[in-house]
């Protein structure tokens, strides 16, 4: 069982940054790959990032490739995504979700476990 809960979301005008955390609970966080979603209203829930377990791999939707990271450290349970030149188009609840296997699942049912969501509003 692993418990997420993001934190960092906040309004940002165009062109600003932002740098969300998840933080999770369990002594098994190493052995999950962990992804960020996101959902904007009226829309599906739509995948933004994953990194592996150990870190050394990470995948990006089309739309947020170059201007978002993803990192993680194993020792505190923590995975972060920092958001650079952020766009009216991101404004979205940005959720932390955890799955075992490969970090190349893009699909919400793929994962896991969640958190309840952060809110990112970017104004133009």
């Known amino acids: 069982q692993v418990q997420l809960i993001e934190s960092g979301g906040g309004l940002v005008q165009a062109g600003g940054s932002l740098r969300l955390s998840c933080a999770a609970s369990?002594?098994?966080?190493?052995?999950?790959?962990m992804g960020w979603f996101r959902q904007a209203p009226g829309k599906e829930r739509e995948f933004v990032a994953s990194i592996s377990q150990n870190g050394l791999s990470s995948y990006f939707a089309a739309s947020v490739k170059g201007r978002f990271t993803i990192s993680r450290d194993n020792a505190k349970n923590t995975v972060s995504l920092q958001m650079n030149s952020l766009k009216p188009e991101d404004t979205a609840v940005y959720y932390c979700?955890?799955?075992?296997?490969?970090?190349?699942?893009?699909?919400?049912?793929?994962?896991?476990?969640w958190g309840q969501g952060t809110q990112v509003t970017v104004s133009s």
């Open positions: 369990g002594r098994t966080f190493s052995t999950y790959t």
């Open positions: 979700a955890a799955r075992a296997g490969s970090l190349y699942f893009v699909r919400s049912r793929d994962y896991e476990y």
